[in-house]
């Protein structure tokens, strides 16, 4: 297995930032819009293989399923050249740094990959609403199934960051999350042959999905599928739940008690926690590559 030094693997990653605050706005809204698609996809594998898992193999393992098969969006991100904000909180930061390209240019990135990932996500959780999540009858009636049921809890715990605590903790799992979500990409950028990346990319990635930590992309999927498939619920699910409950599920709390915060946390954790540290702790070395 060929794998780069550390040194090489932050020079690079600041390549690859170059080259990405490069890209026409078309095309950072078009690779953004596969990226937030591809994470829905994973966070939505990872809601139907957790369903039910934690009432027969506790609670921990079944957090351990949800986390294991979350990893499939990010490992077809990388390999095939999407783009993700929460990767992009690092990159684009390591080529400021290490080739002096604007900050502007690096706001510009970050707002139109975010739009293309809110997009790409929106769309895979109205596929998700309206197919797997929900069973129809014969006279087109739709009823949130087991699945939808997952989808609808995983969202109300996402929105139940209320109070200033609440939002405090938030933070803090945002913040862990793009720590390790970047970890995974230098990861991946160290191997450069398919297993190599698979398995750097997967393991960091299953940390922080398994340990609960919040990542505003996979959120922008995971709240819409939630508030989507909640329309199908019903009375007797309805009652289940709670109806207080289901009434804070809605498009302003997906904002106000999750994504706004989760978003602030992400760019700290990438930009602060992994593109500062590792900029600072190998400056040296890359101004000698030159």
Known sequence: MVFHPPVAIVAK???????????????????????????????????????????????GVGKLILGAVFPVGLIIIVLTGAELFTGD??????????HKVSWAS??????????????????????MANGPLTTFSAAGVGTAN?????????????????????QWSLLLKAIACNWLVNLAILLGICADDLIGKFFGIWFPIMAFVSTGFEHCVANMYFIPAGILTSGYLS??????????????????????????????????????????????????????LK
Do not use: H
Not at 16 to 28: E, Q, R
Not at 89 to 98: K, T, V
Not at 147 to 161: D, E, P, Q
């Open 235 to 288: 009375p007797d699910q309805i009652t289940e739940i709670g109806l207080a409950k289901l009434e804070g599920l809605n498009w302003v709390t997906m904002w106000t008690n999750n994504i706004i915060g989760a978003t602030i946390g992400n760019i700290i954790g990438g930009l602060l926690f992994v593109g500062v540290l590792y900029w600072v702790a190998f400056r040296k070395e890359i101004a000698a």
């Open 13 to 59: 990653a600041g390549d690859a930032g170059k080259y990405k605050t490069g890209l026409p706005i078309w095309n950072m809204i078009l690779r953004g819009f596969m990226a937030g698609a591809y994470i829905a996809m994973g966070a939505a594998f990872a809601t139907v293989c957790s369903t039910g898992a934690a009432a027969f193999l506790g609670a």
């Open 106 to 127: 690096v706001i510009n990135l970050w707002v139109w990959v975010y739009i293309g990932n809110l997009i790409g996500s929106l769309v895979f959780a109205y596929i």
């Open 146 to 166: 087991a699945f939808g049921l997952t989808a609808v809890n995983i969202a109300l715990g996402k929105v139940s960051y209320v109070s200033l605590m609440g």
């Open 89 to 98: 909180a690092m990159l684009a930061p390591m080529a400021a740094f290490i």
